[in-house]
């Protein structure tokens, strides 16, 4: 059972760093310390290159390369922090901010701060104007919010739910994520997991309850405090992190570095708390 | 080989982790009466008939021992009866087996010669092999295919019951079992009770106590009266519900501590409101994979609640004994120092790792991803080698009538759990309720259709149900959760026929009658 690891070493801003073989240039660039802005990527999923903000300079290569994807491989020598990469994230960035709602995609906001991204640069931006999709009690797709990253339709698919509820839908600004013949969530093929949510990183999809305390101003993020714990139905033993505030619980999630979950739930395990507050759906 | 389980609904979680090994080329054949969730990611689904799971399995270990795939050096080492359980076998011709369980005799085959063939393979089954009136004899059918493959106690294989409740193995490990102390030592064994009786100053009763159907019947002949029932649901979980109730609401004191007023807590004499464990408590469970997690509380309880621990030792000091105010940790560090299994999980460990897997005898030990492994040692770690224990068909207890004469067998829904105390309480928009799942055909020879109204019927009583037609039943074969005891009494059909060896009654397999309600007003 013992696994042999190869080392590879590469030189990232001038540094050397040896990851596993296998390993991503991003895997590396973490390995020395540097902060990557990721969007599309995410740990437990299968790199799509959507988003292109996590992209190095590669020494040899003519473009640069998204560092989430591109495997370590000996003797790469890798640039972070060049004119070339702060330029290219930064546009990213902007492209990304002017024609969608980040008001409340905290971490890439404060990507968007450090490479001085300015979205409202541009003048009348393309934006999709369609309501909040709320077509159940657990959660709501607001895709104003939404930046095509594909990790819900991955989460949903192969990655980890294997549904296949939702998927990329359209074409240029048309591009949007949608079930099938963009039914209701209900009528979907959709079963309630909230994996996708789980990933977004815009909050174009939320849990109902923590955008009703949105809605009513009541969310507040740093009153609250997560605490991991074991889910109470089945025998699998998946680790719930209890997002509690005023003594309540507003939201769940699952370590995404724990053997049994990796981060996924099932409605039961994610939604299926509410007696705990002594809530009754009769 | 995913038996009599539906684990795409009923253990969602654990079914990424099977599709991640279909998604890298494992074969997966589904075993089940009925095509379920699970089934449809299956490269093969076997659609026995209901009850014939021992016939199966008995035909597939002959087709093996036939086609020369046994495991013989396995079998030599490591097991013994191999004789008898061949002999046993020797009737189950892939002919025979294809009559009893109505499967194609190449999909036995199929079957047989790539469980024995595979380099690693594992059977993994829930409670369609164990709620049976003969489910012990189910799991030994399975066993006995491991032990002839030499598919057991090694990475990537083995037997794999899963359990269904968050903390199910937790309780028989820490002793909840009429016969076991924890760390599944022999109450009758005289050193095991010893080193308990040690610990806790005072004598033990020695002879093992009654099981749960045995409880009720003990209730029925006068000699159980009282009943102190911690978070558990009998007034709506038992098999033959109405006789349940009636044996419940006979006894002369019944004490509920619940975290929910249940019917059966509605029905008792002093209700005990008890904290939620996972979330407003300090502690452990441990999961199907014998992993032992922390629970930790994250809000505090409502109203009067309190931690089933504190009120088990208030309780205790009403009765003279003092068990003082240990916290958590002091209660599994001593069970630690008596359950030798247990011993290397030191609290600091269990933060630490995320959980580990039992046995775990010392500090310094990792814990034990699966068991058996002894079975390839050369001295079998003075261990008896594994016994073959030969079993024959039965099929299910209670036979089809003309008076009765459809097939019914209850399961789970992927958004709902058992009784539905704990799933109620959230608004599912994939639920539909408890109905009567039945194959088109069956419905249209009642007149039925999608979404009405029937009677149904067993010889223990009726209620009313709505119908869904489900063309993933095969014709003969009705299904239903029971996810709704306020809405549908489902158990009120269910058949009380059950295992002497294990005690579980037989919820997989009544008989029933379905005749059409017409509407008031129609």
């Given at each position: 059972m013992t696994v042999t690891e190869t080392a590879v070493t590469i030189s990232v801003d001038g540094n050397d760093v040896s990851v596993p073989e296998g390993a991503t240039i991003l895997d590396a660039c973490t390995a020395a310390g540097i902060d990557t802005p990721t969007i599309c990527y995410g740990p437990t999923l299968t790199p799509v290159n959507a988003c292109r903000v996590c992209v190095v300079e590669l020494e040899g290569s003519r473009t640069l390369v998204p560092s989430c994807s591109r495997p370590a491989e000996e003797g790469m020598v890798v640039s972070t922090d060049s004119e070339r990469v702060n330029h290219s994230r930064k546009m990213v960035l902007e492209f990304l901010g002017s024609g969608v709602d980040?008001?409340?995609a905290d971490e890439l906001n404060e990507w968007s701060a450090k490479y001085g991204a300015q979205p409202d640069r541009y003048d009348n931006p393309e934006r999709m104007n369609e309501d909040v999709k709320?077509?159940?009690?657990?959660y709501v797709r607001d895709y104003d919010k939404c930046v095509l990253c594909y990790k819900c339709v991955s989460a949903c698919g192969d990655d980890a739910q294997h549904t296949y509820a939702i998927s990329m839908s359209g074409r240029g600004f048309g591009a949007r994520i949608a079930t099938e013949f963009d039914v209701t969530l209900p009528d979907s093929a959709c079963v309630y997991c909230g994996n996708c949510v789980a990933v977004c990183p815009t909050n174009a999809l939320q849990f109902k309850t923590e955008f009703d305390l949105r809605e009513a101003e009541n969310w507040r993020p740093e009153d609250q405090s997560v605490t991991t714990t074991i889910c109470s139905y089945c025998g699998v033993g998946c680790n719930l992190e209890l997002h509690t505030q005023d003594e309540r619980i507003v939201k769940v999630t699952s370590p995404d570095d724990h053997s049994v979950t990796w981060g996924n739930l099932c409605i039961k395990g994610r939604f299926g708390w509410q007696y705990v507050h002594g809530d009754s759906d009769d | 080989m995913l038996w009599g389980s539906n684990a795409r609904n009923a253990h969602p979680i654990f079914f990424h982790h099977l599709l991640k090994g279909i998604d890298n080329g494992a074969k997966m054949y589904a075993v089940d009466p009925r095509r379920t969730s699970s089934a449809k990611f299956a490269d093969v689904w076997l659609g026995l008939n209901l009850g014939s799971d021992v016939a199966l399995a008995n035909g597939i270990g002959r087709e093996i021992i036939a086609a020369g795939l046994a495991n013989d050096d396995f079998i030599k080492h490591s097991s013994q009866g191999f004789e008898a359980y061949k002999e046993n076998v020797e009737p189950y011709t892939l002919e025979f087996t294809s009559q009893l369980t109505g499967l194609p005799a190449e999909n036995i085959r199929e079957l047989a010669h790539d469980y024995a063939k595979a380099e690693t393979a594992q059977i993994l089954w829930t409670l369609g092999i164990t709620e049976h009136h003969n489910a012990v004899d189910n799991v030994l059918a399975l066993c006995s295919l491991a032990l002839l493959t030499g598919h057991i106690g090694k990475w990537g294989s083995g037997l794999v019951p899963l359990r269904g409740q968050n903390n199910v193995q937790g309780g028989g490990d820490m002793g909840s079992l009429p016969n076991k102390l924890p760390g599944f030592q022999n109450i009758d064994d005289d050193a095991s009770r010893g080193k308990f009786e040690k610990v806790y100053g005072v004598d033990l009763n020695p002879v093992p106590g009654k099981h749960l159907t045995l409880m009720f019947e003990a209730m029925e002949r006068g000699e159980i009266k009282a009943a102190y029932v911690l978070g558990e649901n009998p007034a709506d979980s038992e098999a033959d519900i109405l006789h349940a109730r009636k044996l419940l609401s006979g006894l002369d004191l019944l004490v509920v501590q619940d975290i929910f007023m249940t019917r059966t807590a509605e029905m008792a004499d002093v209700v005990l409101p008890a904290s939620v464990a996972w979330a407003e408590s300090d502690g452990t469970v441990t999961s199907s994979e014998r992993r032992v997690q922390r629970v930790r509380a994250a809000v505090p309880p409502p109203g009067e609640a309190r931690h089933d621990v504190d009120i088990m030792f208030d309780l205790a000091a009403r009765m003279g004994h003092d068990w003082g105010t240990p916290d958590p940790e002091q209660l599994w560090d001593e069970l630690r120092s008596l359950s030798p299994m247990h011993l290397g999980m030191s609290w600091d460990r269990l933060e630490e790792t995320g959980g580990l897997q039992w046995p775990c005898p010392a500090l310094d030990h990792p814990g034990?991803?699966?068991?058996?492994?002894?079975?390839?040692?050369d001295d079998l770690e003075g261990r008896e080698p594994a016994p073959f224990i030969p079993v024959v068909h039965q099929g299910p207890k209670e036979e089809l009538t003309e008076e009765f004469p459809l097939r019914l067998t209850t399961g789970r829904a992927l958004d709902s759990y058992n009784t539905g105390v704990q799933s109620g309480g959230f608004s599912s928009p994939i639920r539909y309720g408890d109905a009567l799942d039945m194959h088109h055909a069956d419905a249209a020879r009642l007149g039925l259709s999608d979404g009405d109204m029937a009677k149904v019927s067993s010889p223990r009583g009726s209620v009313e149900m709505r119908i869904r037609i489900d063309d993933s039943l095969v014709e003969g074969l009705t299904f239903t959760t029971f996810h709704f005891p306020d809405l549908v009494d489902a158990n009120v059909l269910t058949s009380d026929a059950w295992d002497k060896k294990s005690g579980t009654a037989e919820f997989k397999a009544a008989s029933i009658r379905v005749e059409p309600l017409v509407a008031a007003g129609a």
């Amino acid at each position: 059972m013992t696994v042999t690891e190869t080392a590879v070493t590469i030189s990232v801003d001038g540094n050397d760093v040896s990851v596993p073989e296998g390993a991503t240039i991003l895997d590396a660039c973490t390995a020395a310390g540097i902060d990557t802005p990721t969007i599309c990527y995410g740990p437990t999923l299968t790199p799509v290159n959507a988003c292109r903000v996590c992209v190095v300079e590669l020494e040899g290569s003519r473009t640069l390369v998204p560092s989430c994807s591109r495997p370590a491989e000996e003797g790469m020598v890798v640039s972070t922090d060049s004119e070339r990469v702060n330029h290219s994230r930064k546009m990213v960035l902007e492209f990304l901010g002017s024609g969608v709602d980040l008001s409340q995609a905290d971490e890439l906001n404060e990507w968007s701060a450090k490479y001085g991204a300015q979205p409202d640069r541009y003048d009348n931006p393309e934006r999709m104007n369609e309501d909040v999709k709320i077509q159940d009690d657990l959660y709501v797709r607001d895709y104003d919010k939404c930046v095509l990253c594909y990790k819900c339709v991955s989460a949903c698919g192969d990655d980890a739910q294997h549904t296949y509820a939702i998927s990329m839908s359209g074409r240029g600004f048309g591009a949007r994520i949608a079930t099938e013949f963009d039914v209701t969530l209900p009528d979907s093929a959709c079963v309630y997991c909230g994996n996708c949510v789980a990933v977004c990183p815009t909050n174009a999809l939320q849990f109902k309850t923590e955008f009703d305390l949105r809605e009513a101003e009541n969310w507040r993020p740093e009153d609250q405090s997560v605490t991991t714990t074991i889910c109470s139905y089945c025998g699998v033993g998946c680790n719930l992190e209890l997002h509690t505030q005023d003594e309540r619980i507003v939201k769940v999630t699952s370590p995404d570095d724990h053997s049994v979950t990796w981060g996924n739930l099932c409605i039961k395990g994610r939604f299926g708390w509410q007696y705990v507050h002594g809530d009754s759906d009769d | 080989m995913l038996w009599g389980s539906n684990a795409r609904n009923a253990h969602p979680i654990f079914f990424h982790h099977l599709l991640k090994g279909i998604d890298n080329g494992a074969k997966m054949y589904a075993v089940d009466p009925r095509r379920t969730s699970s089934a449809k990611f299956a490269d093969v689904w076997l659609g026995l008939n209901l009850g014939s799971d021992v016939a199966l399995a008995n035909g597939i270990g002959r087709e093996i021992i036939a086609a020369g795939l046994a495991n013989d050096d396995f079998i030599k080492h490591s097991s013994q009866g191999f004789e008898a359980y061949k002999e046993n076998v020797e009737p189950y011709t892939l002919e025979f087996t294809s009559q009893l369980t109505g499967l194609p005799a190449e999909n036995i085959r199929e079957l047989a010669h790539d469980y024995a063939k595979a380099e690693t393979a594992q059977i993994l089954w829930t409670l369609g092999i164990t709620e049976h009136h003969n489910a012990v004899d189910n799991v030994l059918a399975l066993c006995s295919l491991a032990l002839l493959t030499g598919h057991i106690g090694k990475w990537g294989s083995g037997l794999v019951p899963l359990r269904g409740q968050n903390n199910v193995q937790g309780g028989g490990d820490m002793g909840s079992l009429p016969n076991k102390l924890p760390g599944f030592q022999n109450i009758d064994d005289d050193a095991s009770r010893g080193k308990f009786e040690k610990v806790y100053g005072v004598d033990l009763n020695p002879v093992p106590g009654k099981h749960l159907t045995l409880m009720f019947e003990a209730m029925e002949r006068g000699e159980i009266k009282a009943a102190y029932v911690l978070g558990e649901n009998p007034a709506d979980s038992e098999a033959d519900i109405l006789h349940a109730r009636k044996l419940l609401s006979g006894l002369d004191l019944l004490v509920v501590q619940d975290i929910f007023m249940t019917r059966t807590a509605e029905m008792a004499d002093v209700v005990l409101p008890a904290s939620v464990a996972w979330a407003e408590s300090d502690g452990t469970v441990t999961s199907s994979e014998r992993r032992v997690q922390r629970v930790r509380a994250a809000v505090p309880p409502p109203g009067e609640a309190r931690h089933d621990v504190d009120i088990m030792f208030d309780l205790a000091a009403r009765m003279g004994h003092d068990w003082g105010t240990p916290d958590p940790e002091q209660l599994w560090d001593e069970l630690r120092s008596l359950s030798p299994m247990h011993l290397g999980m030191s609290w600091d460990r269990l933060e630490e790792t995320g959980g580990l897997q039992w046995p775990c005898p010392a500090l310094d030990h990792p814990g034990s991803p699966f068991l058996h492994g002894w079975l390839y040692a050369d001295d079998l770690e003075g261990r008896e080698p594994a016994p073959f224990i030969p079993v024959v068909h039965q099929g299910p207890k209670e036979e089809l009538t003309e008076e009765f004469p459809l097939r019914l067998t209850t399961g789970r829904a992927l958004d709902s759990y058992n009784t539905g105390v704990q799933s109620g309480g959230f608004s599912s928009p994939i639920r539909y309720g408890d109905a009567l799942d039945m194959h088109h055909a069956d419905a249209a020879r009642l007149g039925l259709s999608d979404g009405d109204m029937a009677k149904v019927s067993s010889p223990r009583g009726s209620v009313e149900m709505r119908i869904r037609i489900d063309d993933s039943l095969v014709e003969g074969l009705t299904f239903t959760t029971f996810h709704f005891p306020d809405l549908v009494d489902a158990n009120v059909l269910t058949s009380d026929a059950w295992d002497k060896k294990s005690g579980t009654a037989e919820f997989k397999a009544a008989s029933i009658r379905v005749e059409p309600l017409v509407a008031a007003g129609a």
